[in-house]
DNA sequence: TAGCTCGTTGGACAA
DNA sequence: TTTGTCCAACGAGCT
């Protein structure tokens, strides 16, 4: 395209942000840029809760990128084709992305580089999703890791490559390809009501996402180590959704927390520690695919689990109306924020992959349709890490009691009265609001009795235990 | 290679 | 109330 040189499409992924974007400094150093969002339904079946958040964070990059005079193109369908369309339509000379890890992802990847190579168009792929790519970790004997501590021995002294900076020229087309508008995509339709409570908790876009690190550094890493499992406290950097959508880069995260450990602020070194366990999530994803639908140990797949989604007692977890105080105010939690507290994530599972005895894959399930900071391999690691077969080493009868949990971790029921009305006089805003979150046909009031507990914790343990012995 | 050490996050019970 | 010990015994990764 004459003199400002080639024009390029950023094909934008997962890394919704202009700050260390390898994708983007690639397209920009070659000339006019044109910022491209494909949403391909067929190829990436995302939850209600990820679709809404999606949409929050493609309207704060088209506003950053408004900013800068360029604009965010969407388009709806299969990626290959959208971008081959593009190509045509614009006289772009070269396609830009960031990588993904997953299988779906890995193969679109594949048969777009090919594709585009083959009509002769420039098609680079680049990383920038984590602190290290997950073909470059290896062991000693050259497998890769199954074992998180010998993973982050290997990968913490290398440190990280540095971020980029926002590229200092961003070129416009000489004429831009029409978009869709993004209010037609209806997003949020899934959410239905609880589109507008979890507006009220959250908060999407590269700029917010430098907020919450800025104030994580200034008030919160001192203390991040004793504090992060204290679930009434805000005591984490509360970054998980702004990471999963790409507002912002790992590296810059891990760049920010080594400057500030240079500059004297302590309790940096466990934080950028939780950065390392998302990278072996993807390096675990990467290595053994099947992680995301099966037991990642076969060993497992005679264990008696149910995987009955629709029952009664499964309607209960997803309510928070299982009679067990820590369980019900987490599951709240996640119908109001989207979220849920780390610990919290590990009880609530607890209870159901052992306690209840429900397959990992229901929870897991439902998490993927809740959680506005879903990410595939965070996802699937995490439940099977609870439910034991998964890669870790926790011996099986490490089975979390609710109640001791939640007098540990919340000793003075703050986290609980936050989520639960039912016999409080004046509920907090954030009980209500999970009557508003969740369908009016869910039949739920917070003026109802606290239920008995679904399954007892003494039986339930005994049970999972009684299970996990006899399986063959 | 064989042996050694260690493994994110716990619970129950006894002293 | 706090602290120590056992639970049952695998397998990853290193030396």
Redesign the pocket.
Known sequence: MSETGTTSLWWIRRDLRLMDNAALSAAAARGPVIPVFVHDERSEALGAAPLWRLEQSLRALAADLEARGLRLVLRRGDALEVLRALVAETGAGAVHWGRLYDPASRRIDASVKAALRDEGVTAESHAGLLLHEPMTVK???G?????????W??IEPLGVAPPLPVPERLTAPAAWPVSDDLADWSLSGAMRRGAAVLARHSSAGEAAAWGKMTLFVEERASSYKAAR?MVATAGTSDLSDNLAYGEISPRSIWATGQAATGAGVRGLEPFL??IG?RDFAHHLMYHTPHMLEDNWRE?WDSFPWSEEAEDAKVQAWKYGRTGVDFVDAAMRELWVTGKMH??AR?VVASYLTKHMMVHWRVGERWFADQLIDFDPANNAM?WQ?VAGSG?????Y??????D??LQ?FDPERRYFRRWIAEGQRDAPETALDFYEAIPKSAGLSPKAIRPQPIVG??EG?ERALAAY?ARS
Do not use: C, E, H, I
């Not at 009868?397 to 609710?402: D, I, L, M």
């Open positions: 062991t000693k004997l497998d890769y890791y199954k074992v998180f501590s010998p993973f021995r290997a499992d520690r939780q366990w060993g780390n610990r590990m995490g890490w890669p870790d080493a926790a011996p009868f490490r089975v979390f009691n609710p001791t949990q540990k914790l003494k343990r012995s």
